[in-house]
């Protein structure tokens, strides 16, 4: 994927995630932008799919808010989702 996709990708995500999660919008769409491009593709396509993965991206930051904060201000996000447990 290239940084014109990922863009898309991250506006269309970020403007789903915004509404009902305003002060962690921005973290939430970088880590959901670390998911395979095929699975990023279903979650903007399926209401269903983008909360499950949005719940499970903010119970990791729940879990371990310092260690999620850090990275994501360094810009690395370490957490991987996997699409079959979505």
């Known amino acids: 994927m290239d940084k014109e996709d990922l863009d898309t990708f991250g506006e269309r995500l970020y403007s789903l995630i915004y509404p009902k999660h305003k002060e ?3 973290k939430l769409t970088g880590m959901l932008l670390e ?4 699975v990023l593709s279903q979650v903007l396509q399926d209401e269903a ?3 499950a993965a949005v719940e499970k991206a903010l119970r ?27």
Do not use: H, I
């Open 24 to 26: 962690s919008a921005a």
């Open 35 to 38: 998911l395979p491009e095929a």
């Open 49 to 51: 799919m983008l909360t």
């Open 60 to 86: 990791a930051l729940q879990l371990a808010p310092s260690r999620y904060n850090n990275q994501l201000e360094n810009g690395a996000v370490m957490l991987v989702f996997k699409a079959d447990r979505f």
